[in-house]
T-cell receptor, first 111, second 112 residues
Framework: EDKVVQSPLSLVVHEGDTVTLNCSYE??????LLWYKQEKKAPTFLFML????IEKKSGRLSSILDKKELSSILNITATQTGDSAIYLCAGSPNRDDKIIFGKGTRLHILP | DGGITQSPKYLFRKEGQNVTLSCEQN?????MYWYRQDPGQGLRLIYY???????QKGDIAEGYSVSREKKESFPLTVTSAQKNPTAFYLCASRWGRNYGYTFGSGTRLTVV
């Protein structure tokens, strides 16, 4: 059975800290890995990763995929209170259009 | 602006009632999805549809039903057979396998 596991499930840090969120996956016929940020209601898209070892960046956020280790990390540098959210990791297989989500990491940034 | 609209934002259901959650998109996406989100559970797939007049069960389809009569619309009915329907429901659509999901703002369903 396909699955995506995120760690930690919850994280509290102070503003200005750097955080690393982890995601491991077991997805048959893996195609891509996705990261989303969910603040209140609708998750918003952050990154889609398909190639191993190539870092994607957006401002203070960056992510990289390791296909050998079947994992990905999401880094947030110089955290701000606005980064407080649930971060969702998901794996997308080739065989159909379903995406398998992890349980999310709830990140709370203290001012 | 293109996007996905879910309605209502909040819904209260009495025991034994069926309720229908609306999901409409104007993104011209073929594939649409319904997820349920419970605290600490992440997103669990209820149903999905890759094309009009066709849909497949997800991991937790029992007690739910859907229809896909139009490309733009994918309503979800929570039936009385769903014993624990209180949750946050998210609808999503996708252009294709090379793209991620676009999500609606969700419907919070509460059984009273």
């Amino acid at each position: 059975e396909d699955k995506v596991v995120q760690s930690p499930l919850s994280l509290v840090v102070h503003e200005g800290d750097t955080v690393t969120l982890n995601c491991s996956y077991e997805v048959t016929n893996f195609r891509s890995l996705l990261w989303y940020k969910q603040e209140k209601k609708a998750p918003t898209f952050l990154f889609m990763l398909t190639s191993s070892g190539i870092e994607k960046k957006s401002g203070r956020l960056s992510s990289i995929l390791d296909k050998k280790e079947l994992s990905s990390i999401l880094n947030i540098t110089a955290t701000q209170t606005g980064d407080s959210a649930i971060y969702l990791c998901a794996g997308s297989p080739n065989r159909d259009d379903k995406i398998i989500f992890g349980k999310g990491t709830r990140l709370h940034i203290l001012p | 602006d293109g996007g996905i609209t879910q309605s209502p934002k909040y819904l209260f259901r009495k025991e034994g009632q069926n309720v229908t959650l609306s999901c409409e998109q104007n993104l011209n996406h073929d594939a649409m999805y319904w997820y349920r989100q419970d605290p600490g559970q992440g997103l669990r797939l209820i149903y999905y549809s890759q094309i009009v007049n066709d849909f497949q069960k997800g991991d937790i389809a029992e007690g739910y039903s859907v229809s896909r009569e139009k490309k733009e619309s994918f309503p979800l009915t929570v039936t009385s057979a769903q014993k624990n329907p209180t949750a946050f429901y998210l609808c999503a659509s996708r252009w294709g396998r090379n793209y991620g999901y676009t999500f609606g703002s969700g419907t919070r369903l509460t059984v009273v």
